[in-house]
């Protein structure tokens, strides 16, 4: 059996940011401890021939004035049998679990935080720490943010050995991620907050999957094409700027707008257009948002390759294809009291739902010329395009 892993641009990507958004909280500003908490949530991503869904489980303590600790559990259950699977191998079902500490100290308007993450899968062991540094200055008006995050990770490839999923002896890999961001936070005016946020990404290592082949053009082949497997370049740096105005209305809600720009050494240019509104009613908060994202893609990528060895490094990796994708998100939260326990401050209820839609714009449904060869050829499938729901209900306890 090939298993696929799937990466952070769909559903890897949509599922673990809103954890971490939903669990791990705001960041707080310098000077600003997070409050006592305690989350748990449920999600479950559906698109694709894909199903991820699990649980996760956040708390935050403060310890006396100046530290603030917190640890989060969390868990994927996936079951696959996405068009990358069924085109060279069979579903599959895998487990990942993740864990994470954090650490928070606060002297005087400065804000030091670290932390660590580790993550299991049969195929995949990666391990992350960061680390970061706020400011605040010019009457708590303007706060500076530093950070650094360092990412290693060990990649196997699994295979069918007497009946049993095992590691494959022979696929050993290893990368190295280091991450280097500055964000600025300014008080505008009365009602306006800006930031800015830029981050520069190096990759290092094995950064291809053992899964995905390309495929190139075979006319002895009854498909028209063979596959081969892909092959990346062993480095990869990227640069990201992103800047966001929220504005407070005059009724209470309040309103973002976001730009994010991005490029790296493969090729990839991106643009990521966000806009979020969200609006309290009595115990109800209401929260709507829009995302549009488009990239170009890499340049050794193709959907299908004139010949073998066309070239030094080549790719048919969906995530390095060009696409552009709209996600549309609903989410609603109510704050209760519970009565007769005295130490919870603050609880709330909230269900969150995001519809996301890609269309690729140089990706190919491959299973059409697979499954019938004499139809369509190779090349002329339709283009590829993915709807996926993600669903999200979890339970928060301020004491």
């Known amino acids: 059996m090939r298993r696929q892993r799937q990466s952070a641009a769909h559903c890897g990507w949509c599922l673990r940011a809103m954890a971490t958004l939903c669990l791990a909280g705001t960041p707080a500003l310098a000077g600003v401890l997070p409050p006592d908490r305690f989350d748990v ?8 021939g894909i199903t991820v869904q699990g649980p996760s489980i956040l708390i935050q303590k403060r310890l006396g ?3 603030s600790v917190g640890a989060n559990y969390y868990q994927d259950m996936i079951s696959s049998a996405s068009i990358d699977v069924l085109l060279t191998a069979s579903p599959y079902r895998e487990t990942r679990t993740q864990k994470s500490a954090s650490v928070q100290y606060m002297h005087g308007k400065t804000s030091y935080i670290a932390g660590f993450i580790n993550s299991i899968e049969p195929d995949y062991r990666a391990n992350t720490s960061y680390y970061s540094v706020s400011q605040s200055m010019f009457g708590d008006l303007t706060t500076v943010t530093l950070s650094y995050r360092r990412g290693w990770d060990r990649i196997f490839r699994d295979i069918k050995q007497n009946g049993v999923i095992v590691n494959d002896p022979t696929f050993h890999q290893r990368a190295d991620h280091r991450v280097y961001g500055f964000g600025l936070t300014q008080i505008l005016t009365r009602n306006v907050i800006g930031t800015v946020d830029y981050e520069l990404d190096t990759d290092q290592g094995y950064l291809a999957s053992p899964y995905r082949d390309i495929r190139y053009v075979d006319p002895n082949n009854p498909v028209g094409y063979t596959l081969a497997n892909q092959v990346y370049p062993g480095t990869r740096t990227s640069d990201a700027f992103a800047v966001s105005l929220k504005y407070y209305m005059p009724y209470r809600a309040a309103l973002t707008g976001r730009y994010r720009f991005y490029t790296d050494s493969w090729g990839i240019l991106a643009h990521t257009l966000k806009v979020d509104y969200v609006q309290p009613w009595h115990r109800f908060t209401f929260d709507g948002n829009v995302r549009y994202y488009r990239q170009g893609a890499a340049s050794f990528y193709s959907d299908l390759f004139p010949y073998a060895n066309y070239s030094n490094y080549m790719a048919r990796d969906r995530e390095l294809a060009a696409f552009h994708s709209i996600t549309v998100g609903f989410e609603a939260s109510y704050a209760f009291s519970i009565p007769g326990v005295t130490w919870i401050q603050k609880s709330a209820a909230t269900v969150a739902y995001d519809r996301m839609m890609i269309n690729y714009l140089d990706y190919r449904n491959a299973l059409y010329s697979k ?8 090349g002329a499938e339709p283009l590829y395009a ?3 729901s993600m669903y999200q209900l979890y339970f928060s306890l301020w004491f």
């Open 41 to 48: 949530l449920m999600h479950k991503y559906q698109g694709g």
């Open 65 to 67: 004035d100046h530290v």
């Open 371 to 378: 499954l019938d060869p004499g139809a369509i050829r190779a």
């Open 386 to 388: 993915l709807d996926a």
